[in-house]
């Protein structure tokens, strides 16, 4: 495994965008008549199933597939299961999507589930896992793992979202109480939030470390913050759990302190919408609502051939319906007009270098991709360091013929994770 030097030749020249000076509270989008939530794990038709067509959930119900399920999801609402089916995601991964149609006359609270006191990590996996911010609770949980630091992020990972930022700054008192609440359940010792080095605010953080990141794109990327601030380096192919190190939106905190004060999971998504003229709308949506409710609400049209990108310009992935739903992860979502997406080609490397001189792992990307475009997974690993990319897609931006080089990078990542795991 050839290891390199974890800096860059040439800084990249890409900033990130900053939070507006008035934080207004995002725009409401109605509950709509059917919601659509995701479950990790694909319908086996050997087994019988405990969920069907025709079930009445109530709003925080957990969903399984089967008695030996580990994976779970959560209804947002009280209604009736519609039906569920599979769902294939970029790289052909199979989930199930479940579709609920929901009632309105169920917004009691004999139709909400009341949660059980939770007095430690582990059974706050147990029901949490789908609160909005996505926390990670399945890793905080596990006894393999030995995290000793949290890092809350209140910087967003990619460019034109200032989500993060905003829930951060916002509800700064729930994050805290989140954190406060995180430590008891996880006793892990140190905590830190990012906040970008720019931002103007004289809020006290009580415990909690600050770490100023830089504005400069990506710095805010989990192995830079490491690098630049934590004085850890991750190896190729780790995580930065194997460093001891766990990542937390700044919502999860929020949705956390929010579900301890009530007793009751909370399903309200904050996120940033981006129209195809650059109007930005930020929103809260209900966990499971579909994309096109809310392009609706906005007069956004779309038409054949437009892009959906959920997240950022540099990192997002394309979906391939507007009606996708609201995702508890989900915080920024991109229209692209057709006649402005860029073209991707199949011409060859020129070797112009640019990707190499741009790359924050510097990583021989002009070499690497080589091997990737003859499925050359392995050797692309041992050779030219597949695993150490950090996924900032600075690469496919400068690439001078258009090569699709962040995309190639990700699906040979994955092939990677699937060969070792066939071996």
Same mark, same amino acid.
């Given at each position: 495994m050839i290891k390199r030097s974890f800096f860059s /030749?040439?800084?990249?020249?890409?900033a990130y965008d900053l939070l507006e000076p008035?934080?207004?509270?995002?725009?409401?989008?109605?509950?709509?008549?059917?919601?659509?939530? /995701? /479950?990790?794990?694909?319908?086996?038709?050997?087994?019988?199933?405990?969920?069907?067509k025709g079930d009445a959930v109530k709003k925080g119900e957990k969903l399984k597939l089967y008695d030996d399920?580990?994976?779970?999801t959560t209804s947002p609402v009280a209604g009736t299961i519609k039906l569920f089916d599979s769902y294939s995601d970029d790289f052909g991964n199979i989930a199930t999507f479940i579709t609920i149609k929901a009632d309105p006359t169920q917004v009691s609270e004999a139709n909400t589930i009341n949660l059980p006191p939770m007095d430690d990590i582990k059974l706050a996996d147990q029901f949490l896992r789908k609160l909005p911010g996505a926390p990670p609770f399945e890793i905080l949980a596990n006894d393999e793992i030995k995290?000793?630091?949290?890092?809350i992020t209140g910087t967003d990972t990619d460019l034109l979202s200032t989500t993060n930022q905003f829930v951060s700054l916002k509800y700064m008192d729930e994050v805290k109480e989140g954190a406060k609440i995180l430590k008891k359940l996880t006793q892990v010792p140190k905590f830190c939030i990012t906040i970008p080095e720019n931002?103007?605010?004289?809020?006290?953080?009580?415990?909690?470390?600050?770490?100023?990141?830089?504005?400069?794109?990506?710095?805010?990327?989990?192995?830079?913050?490491?690098?630049?601030?934590?004085?850890?380096?991750?190896s190729a192919g780790?995580?930065?759990?194997?460093?001891?190190?766990c990542f937390i939106r700044a919502e999860a905190l929020v949705s956390l302190a929010r579900t301890y004060k009530t007793k009751k999971a909370v399903f309200d998504k904050v996120l940033t919408i981006i129209s195809k003229n650059g109007t930005r709308h930020r929103i809260r949506a209900t966990i499971g609502t579909p994309l096109s409710k809310i392009f609706a609400r906005f007069n956004i049209n779309i038409n054949e051939q437009d892009r959906i990108i959920i997240g950022g310009p540099m990192r997002g992935v394309a979906t391939y319906t507007p009606h996708h739903p609201v995702l508890a992860d989900m915080d920024t979502v991109i229209i692209q007009d057709r006649d402005i997406i860029p073209q991707l080609s199949d011409y060859p490397c020129v070797?112009?270098?640019?990707?190499?001189?741009?790359?924050?792992?510097?990583?021989?990307?002009?070499?690497l991709v080589r091997y990737l475009e003859v499925d050359q997974y392995e050797n692309a690993a041992d050779k030219f360091d597949l695993e150490s990319c950090i996924d900032c897609g600075l690469?496919?931006?400068?690439?001078?013929?258009?090569?699709?080089?962040?995309?190639?990078?990700?699906?040979?990542?994955?092939?990677?994770?699937?060969?070792?795991?066939?071996?």
């Open positions: /030749l040439s800084q990249p020249r890409l008035d934080l207004k509270e995002p725009e409401s989008i109605p509950v709509p008549a059917i919601l659509s939530v /995701l /479950l990790p794990e694909p319908i086996d038709n050997t087994k019988q199933a405990l969920i069907k399920s580990t994976a779970y995290i000793t630091t949290i890092v931002l103007d605010t004289k809020v006290s953080f009580d415990t909690i470390e600050v770490l100023k990141i830089s504005n400069t794109y990506p710095s805010t990327l989990p192995a830079m913050i490491m690098k630049d601030h934590l004085n850890t380096v991750m780790q995580t930065p759990e194997d460093s001891g190190i070797n112009c270098g640019k990707c190499i001189r741009i790359c924050p792992a510097n990583i021989p990307v002009n070499m690469c496919a931006y400068v690439c001078t013929a258009r090569i699709p080089l962040h995309q190639y990078i990700r699906l040979g990542k994955h092939e990677l994770l699937t060969l070792r795991a066939d071996a």
